[in-house]
């Protein structure tokens, strides 16, 4: 689980173990398209870390299958409403799905991961996001 871990780890702390030195190499991936459950599940457990869960809007979420042990890694983009009930603009996000199980974990931009972390883990993961 050597460069997997540190990729997941961001968005999958929970579902993965192990934690080795950070690396930029690309992992073994395969593109794949996510089910409607699947995207219902990562929008759900989104909306539920959201200041307004029902302004949320979600663009460009792609997926791919890791070689390496079969998790689904998603990546893509949510806007929603902050405190101020202003729109905060897209800010990427990082599902990791654990298979067989389904279990979910999420990370997303926050005060404390910004968004080229984020980019940068789906990058290695085999999955870029791009606004529309």
């Known amino acids: 689980m050597r460069v997997l871990s540190i990729a997941l780890m961001v968005a999958a702390a929970s579902l993965l173990s192990g934690c080795v030195t950070p690396s930029t190499k690309p992992l073994a ?7 409607d459950e699947q995207i219902e599940k990562i929008q759900t457990f989104i ?5 307004d869960p029902n302004s949320a809007i979600f ?16 990546c893509g983009f949510v ?3 902050n405190s101020f009930g202003g729109y905060t603009g897209r800010k990427p996000f990082l599902a990791g799905i654990k298979m067989p199980e389904g279990q979910l974990a999420v990370r997303m931009t926050d005060e ?3 968004a080229e972390l984020i980019l940068n883990h789906c990058r290695i993961s085999g999955v870029t996001p791009v606004l529309e």
């Open 29 to 35: 991936s395969t593109p794949i398209s996510l089910t």
């Open 47 to 51: 909306r539920l870390r959201l200041k």
């Open 59 to 74: 663009s460009t979420i792609v997926a791919s299958r890791l070689e390496e042990n079969g998790a689904i890694v998603a």
């Open 79 to 81: 806007n929603a409403k």
């Open 112 to 114: 404390l991961t910004n």
